[in-house]
């Protein structure tokens, strides 16, 4: 039995080993989420989580705990993930993932999950997160990529469908996963946001509003 790393794990081997395909159809992001305008309230909080953390990035690299404490957190905060219904599980180790055909084992530990709390036997996690270290502005997040596709990877197996995330504080990636189109589980990405782009940072707010709506109007409903 060969053990891989999640954190290892490249995307060559994610598309071979979990037979993930990649689609482009970016209409699913506006079929899916409903954008709505900020307040100015909300505003006025994202352009002090823009302040606090350039405070710390122009000093150079900032470890993967601020990247959470400065920019993670608040903006989850603020986008509604700390209400009820809605329950936030922080760096849970996940269930092996084993690839019997490959006769592989990729295990890990991710950083965020937002879970249904209202629905507990359903066991579904809506929304995973993973946050990297912030080296420098021009970092990839899309080198985490592979790593966020093997952890929301396991909650296919229970529902039709994922959000992902994976961040570097400076840079976001948004991810869509599906179970099945026929050929096995596909993901679509989100164009690239940016905290510290004035003009575009308030569309990562909003789309993260827009995620945290969505899934409560789906426990509502």
Known sequence: ????KAKDITINEVHKLLKF???TNINTFTTWLSLEPLTEVE???????QQDFWAYLSRGKVLEGLVKA???FPLMR???????PIALSLEQHIADTIVEDEDTTITGQ???VAVNKEQPLRDETFFWVLVIEAKNS??????????LLT??????????????LATNGVHYQFAYLDRDRGNGPTYELMPELNLMDAERSPLLLQVLKAICKLHNSVIAN
Do not use: K
Not at 151 to 164: C, H, K
């Open 78 to 84: 603020l986008a509604g993930f700390y209400r009820s």
């Open 21 to 23: 395909q990649e689609v």
């Open 43 to 49: 505003q006025q909080e994202l352009a002090q989580i």
């Open 70 to 72: 400065l920019t993670t």
């Open 110 to 112: 991710l950083d965020i």
């Open 138 to 147: 021009s970092i990839t997040t899309y080198m985490g990529l592979p790593q």
């Open 1 to 4: 039995m060969i053990t891989i």
């Open 151 to 164: 952890y929301a990877y396991q909650s296919l197996e229970r529902q039709a469908s994922v959000w992902g």
